[in-house]
């Protein structure tokens, strides 16, 4: 019987990004990241790069993930998805990264959504006067 791979990888080997990006948790599947990578959205030190490009200790990755933005010093190597407290020691963010980040959650949390006033179908009054507004016009 075979033994699972160590958890993390000798800091002289490489992992290919997208095999990091799954291990570290950004993105729930391979395919995720690299779409992700595909699309532009990973950098490697400022530069596009291929799903395939291998990923070392000290590498500075900028992700955009949704609507945030992260930017992350590789501290660690891994080939292995492990629970996330183990995830988290693959990566540091920066400060500015944290702050802006954190910024951009608390600005989305204070803004109203469209449309949250707006309840269920309209009743019986407000359709005769949608009618009576749609017919004079």
Known sequence: MSRKPPAEVSDTQRVRLDKWLWAARFYKTRALAHEAIEGGRVRLDGERVKPSREVR???????HINDLDWV??????????????????????????????????EQRRLTVEPGTGIRGRPSKKDMRLIHRFTESH
């Open 57 to 63: 200790v000290g590498d500075r990755l900028s992700l």
């Open 72 to 105: 992350v010093n590789v501290q660690k190597l891994s080939e292995r998805r492990g629970p996330a407290p183990e995830a988290r020691e693959l990566y540091v963010e920066t400060e500015e990264s944290l702050a802006a980040r954190l910024q951009a959650i």
